[in-house]
């Protein structure tokens, strides 16, 4: 039985899902959302994800949602298949979960926000908050100066191999790069480039850009 | 060389981890971060954390950062140590504990950390509480605590029948938040009152911790704590809406000797 991916394919959060099964080999469908029509908020889709957010996903009886843990679950359900997402040893693992916490609260929100004032609102036909996400954009400039440092280090985020950490941050930094005119962040950085390089070329993620139509 | 925690106790997310640690019953250091002089900000502490916030474990060579990060490692290295907080005995049941742990991070964390700020931090900074954000942050909450109280009416804890870090992660804002006026909008949701305050038995108490906590309740001038030594039911104030009556639970001990932390404090109290 395929994996159902309820979400719209152009959004980050089940991208991120999407990015992860296409690493393990996980054969998926997508089970469009409509988020203009509110479809999100029906009780029918909150019975699925009882926060009104996408993604959610079914597999058989299983159903599941938050995308950081629906990631987790398929890199340890499928940990013998294909690249090793979760770290190879307790303090592997351990970096993985810090960088994972580090996307989610020190990064997401910021790339989140101006994403939705530049991009999101203006096709949306409304006016975005160009001084916030002037704002988000200088606090941003600070984060990827850490992960410059960081990865200056070390090839990915958690170590020498690629994990769940640096697929996490996919989705939000292609939004930044090619929507949002952000792409100084990761160019201006020497590191941070490079691994933007890397993860971006990866055939999984170049799969996922296929299946969007970007 | 031991566990070493770098921060303040009386910090949320620092709390979170020594609340691991005490579940654990494992033995560890806290080394004090200077907030007030900005040592988070600088080095050394950088080293150890490089976005500049507490708390940062070293467990021998090994450091990490990002409180809940740092639970996690503990709970799985320390697996078979005290209580199983991972819900690590079947796939299935470790990945409802990881779904709660990103609610918590996700849906709860932002609405509770603004109102503990507003309403906690600030005045001790003699900074006005901004009724206009409490107010908007509290229908947040509300909202999401309407999905906890569904959530928390078909099973006793977050991620199932047993007690797990999906749980221990919200104790901190809590032990804040519940004694507060406010806290009315979690004790009018009868099954959100119970989260993290069930009084389940848990396995293995270690005497030692109840101790810790009864003469903390001992030393303070407040009238109000009084731990009994044979059962904690009804002697404890705070505008805690616990049920008592069930002794030898770990993490009540933790969150009084939390609470004992918070009024003892003069304000050293930090939340980043």
């Known amino acids: ?214 | 060389m031991g566990i070493k925690v770098h921060g303040i106790a009386l910090s949320t997310c620092t709390a979170r981890v020594l609340l691991c640690l005490c579940e654990k019953g494992l033995d560890y250091e806290i080394v004090p971060v200077d907030i007030p002089n900005s040592a988070h900000k600088q080095q050394p502490y950088l080293s150890l954390n490089p976005f500049g916030q507490i708390p940062a474990l070293e467990d021998g060579d090994v450091k990490v950062f990002e409180s809940r990060a740092i639970s996690k490692y503990l709970a799985r290295k320390y697996k078979d140590t005290g209580v199983d907080l991972l819900g690590s005995s079947s796939l299935t049941e470790s990945i409802i504990v990881d779904t709660w742990m990103e609610v918590e991070s996700h849906q709860f964390n932002s609405p509770m950390q603004t109102i503990i700020r507003q309403m906690v931090v600030n005045p001790i900074f003699g900074i006005a509480c901004d009724e206009k954000i409490i107010g908007a942050e509290l229908e947040k909450l509300g909202k999401v605590l309407d999905v906890y109280e569904e959530r928390l009416s078909k099973c006793k804890y977050l991620a199932g029948d047993f007690y797990s870090l999906a749980d221990l992660h919200h104790i901190p804002h809590l032990v804040y938040f519940m004694r507060n006026p406010r806290s009315s909008i979690i004790t009018s949701r009868p099954h959100d009152s119970c989260v993290g305050n069930e009084m389940k038995t848990l396995p293995s108490i270690d005497n030692n911790k109840y101790a810790i906590a009864n003469s903390f309740a001992k030393n303070t001038a407040d009238p109000k704590v009084e731990v009994s030594s044979d059962s904690l039911k009804n002697e404890v104030s705070y505008g805690l809406q616990f049920d008592l009556s069930q002794p030898g639970n770990d993490f009540l001990y933790m969150l009084l000797f939390l609470a004992k932390l918070v009024h003892a404090s003069s304000g050293e109290l930090f939340v980043h």
């Open chain 1, 1 to 214: 039985m395929v994996v159902k991916v309820y979400g719209p394919i152009m959004a980050a959060c089940p991208q991120r899902v999407m990015a992860c099964l296409l690493e393990k080999d996980v054969e998926f469908e997508i089970v469009h959302v409509d988020l203009e029509a509110e479809e999100h908020k029906t009780s029918d889709f909150l019975l699925r994800q009882p926060f009104g957010q996408v993604p959610a996903i079914e597999d058989g009886d299983f159903k599941l949602f938050e995308s950081r843990a629906i990631i987790r679950y398929y890199a340890a359900k499928y940990e013998e298949r294909g690249p090793n997402l979760l770290g190879n040893s307790l303090e592997g693992r351990a970096l993985v979960d810090q960088w994972l916490e580090v996307e989610a609260h020190n990064f997401n929100d910021l790339v989140y926000t101006l994403v939705l004032q530049l991009v999101v609102l203006p096709r949306m036909g409304k006016h975005g908050d160009v001084v916030l996400a002037r704002s988000c954009e200088q606090k941003l400039e600070k984060v990827f100066d850490i992960y410059e440092q960081r990865l200056s280090n070390a090839t990915y985020l958690a170590g020498d191999s690629f994990t769940l950490a640096d697929l996490s941050h996919l989705p939000g930094i292609r939004y930044l790069v090619n929507d949002a005119g952000m792409g100084h962040l990761v160019a201006e950085r020497k590191h941070v480039n490079a691994w933007w390089e890397a993860i971006s070329n990866r055939s999984a993620w170049k799969k996922l850009m296929k299946l969007v139509n970007y």
